[in-house]
């Protein structure tokens, strides 16, 4: 049920330490699909805007995008499924890092999270 996935990514976001503000979007498309969406403003003015389209009749996602930007709004990273790098070896799946593209596998939000950790925990 698309409740319960809508629920445990909350329970994640619950659990990001130094946040200034968190904003969330759901819609249900019917109860195995829907789209979730969300910012996170963390201390510092770093942000990470996120959305899913998500059918839990399958694994993996419809569609998904992790962007984490420095307080100056400029993209440090960002996962995507877009069709647009057909180059990559796990297309539809990539990495833009700065403006290099990589091959990357589908991320989950924690995963994406304990990344904006890590780089955090280096920037400092």
């Known amino acids: 049920m698309i409740e319960a996935y809508f629920a445990q990514i909350e329970q994640v976001l619950q659990t990001v330490p130094n946040t200034q503000n968190l904003s969330l979007r759901k819609?249900?498309?019917?109860?195995?699909?829907?789209?979730?969406?969300?910012s996170i403003v963390f201390?510092?003015?770093?942000?990470?805007?996120?959305?899913?389209v998500k059918n839990t009749d399958h694994a993996g996602k419809v569609k998904y995008r992790y962007q984490y930007m420095d307080a100056s709004q400029t993209m440090i990273f960002r996962y995507d499924n877009a069709p647009h790098h057909q180059?990559?070896?796990t297309f539809s799946h990539h990495k833009h890092d700065g403006e290099i593209i990589r091959d990357s596998h589908e991320?989950?939000?924690?995963?994406v999270l304990l990344e904006i950790a890590g780089y955090q925990r280096t920037s400092n």
Do not use: C, H, K, M
Not at 43 to 52: K, P, Q, T
Not at 107 to 111: C, G, I, K, R, Y
């Open 27 to 38: 819609t249900l498309y019917n109860n195995r699909q829907g789209y979730i969406a969300g």
């Open 43 to 52: 201390d510092g003015g770093d942000r990470l805007d996120f959305a899913e």
């Open 87 to 89: 180059q990559v070896a």
């Open 107 to 111: 991320p989950s939000l924690a995963d």
